[in-house]
């Protein structure tokens, strides 16, 4: 039976069970605070009905009259608890102090009194269930965050009620039937009420916790990847001066190499002729182009992959052009590297235009860099 019950109610996960407690100590202090001034205005009513009727002439000293006055005295302490208990709750912290707890069961307790006795005085004096409607509403909204204490003052009232009802003499007995049918009828669909708006209360703060706990995992997220970013722009700098460093270093040998070819073509000896084609080999050779290649792809990923797959008929010749005019080095270094005139790599570089169907207006450098 108790199973079936909380089946009817939007259960709080075990991870939110902290959190929707000190969600609820802010909502019934808000409760609290608003039943606060509504008792100021309903007791001020009360004040000047009792007034007017006195004035008139209406005697208080009969039973149940003398009995609904008094409940205006259980009304004002009803008042002063709720004053008294919204000055002992915590406003920076959400943990209840010994005395404010004392303090706000005190004034729940009062007002389910209050409640509950005028509602029976009421009905025993004019035959009327509309203050007990009024009353089962009130303490509704006062447990909306508590479907066990609702459900009590529910089944409670509801006992009452019909008891009273039962009890009381009336001249039509289908006029205490069909009371008691409203009774029973009302009450069942207030109860039903309050807890689907507290399911929806519930539901709410539920997605509203999963938002931020979404938020936060996002922003940790956004960190770990600003931190990765940082790191590679960290290597990729790292990469950068090691090819820079490589690329300064095979303009100094290339030039040092150059050198020597061009004062060993000056000497007329048959075996010393033959070392300029050696160290040309050197300039040229596989070796090297495969080692700069693995160097240039670890700053510049993918680029020669990139660039075979939109231009398949490009040489060897083009793809080392190409990649050292990606590092943005002169005419006069590429020469140097390459081991050829500055004129001859300005006809490459006339070639390459072709051969990648730039048009006169376009740029190289910039189409290079680009892909």
């Given at each position: 039976?108790?199973?079936?019950?909380?089946?009817?109610?939007?259960?709080?996960?075990?991870?939110?069970?902290?959190?929707?407690?000190?969600?609820?100590?802010?909502?019934?202090?808000?409760?609290?605070?608003?039943?606060?001034?509504?008792?100021?205005a309903y007791f001020l009513e009360l004040i000047i009905l009792d007034w007017v009727a006195y004035r008139r002439g209406q005697s208080f000293d009969d039973g149940i009259g003398g009995y609904l006055m008094?409940?205006?005295?259980?009304?004002?302490?009803?008042?002063?608890?709720?004053?008294?208990?919204?000055?002992?709750?915590?406003?920076?912290?959400l943990?209840?102090?010994?005395?404010?707890?004392?303090?706000?069961?005190?004034?729940?307790?009062?007002?389910?009194?209050?409640?509950?006795?005028?509602?029976?005085?009421?009905?025993?004096?004019?035959?009327s269930i509309v203050f007990y409607f009024v009353s089962l509403i009130a303490a509704q909204i006062i447990f909306l965050t508590d479907w066990r204490p609702r459900l009590t003052i529910s089944l409670v009232g509801l006992l009452s009620m019909l008891?009273?009802?039962?009890?009381?003499?009336?001249?039509?007995t289908d006029e205490k039937t069909i009371r008691l049918f409203e009774c029973t009828g009302v009450t069942v669909m207030l109860f039903i009420a309050s807890t689907y708006f507290y399911n929806t209360e519930v539901q709410m703060f539920l997605n509203l916790n999963v938002i931020q706990q979404q938020n936060q995992q996002l922003g940790t997220y956004a960190q770990l990847l600003e931190?990765?970013?940082?790191?590679?722009?960290?290597?990729?700098?790292?990469?950068s001066r090691e090819l820079t460093s490589y690329t300064l270093q095979e303009v100094k040998y290339s030039r040092f190499l150059e050198e020597i070819r061009q004062q060993i073509q000056q000497e007329s000896l048959p075996d010393i002729r033959r070392i300029p084609a050696q160290i040309t080999t050197y300039l040229h050779g596989e070796d090297k182009w495969s080692y700069f290649k693995d160097v240039f792809e670890n700053v510049h990923p993918q680029f020669f992959e990139r660039i075979t797959g939109e231009f398949p008929s490009l040489s060897s010749n083009d793809l080392r052009l190409m990649a050292l005019l990606k590092m943005n080095l002169s005419t006069k270094e590429i020469?140097?590297?390459?081991?050829?005139?500055?004129?001859?790599?300005?006809?490459?570089?006339?070639?390459?235009r072709k051969r990648l169907n730039l048009k006169p207006e376009d740029d190289l450098e910039s189409r290079i860099r680009n892909l």
């Open positions: 039976m108790s199973w079936s019950i909380t089946r009817l109610f939007t259960r709080v996960p075990y991870e939110y069970i902290e959190a929707f407690s000190q969600h609820r100590i802010q909502l019934i202090r808000s409760r609290i605070y608003l039943l606060a001034w509504a008792t100021v008094y409940t205006q005295v259980l009304l004002g302490l009803c008042l002063l608890t709720a004053v008294y208990t919204l000055t002992l709750w915590p406003r920076g912290t943990q209840l102090s010994p005395k404010a707890r004392i303090a706000y069961y005190a004034n729940i307790t009062l007002t389910c009194l209050y409640l509950f006795i005028r509602s029976l005085l009421v009905y025993k004096a004019r035959q008891l009273l009802i039962y009890i009381t003499p009336v001249a039509n931190q990765e970013k940082q790191q590679r722009e960290e290597e990729l700098e790292q990469r020469a140097d590297i390459l081991g050829i005139s500055p004129q001859s790599v300005n006809t490459a570089r006339y070639r390459l």
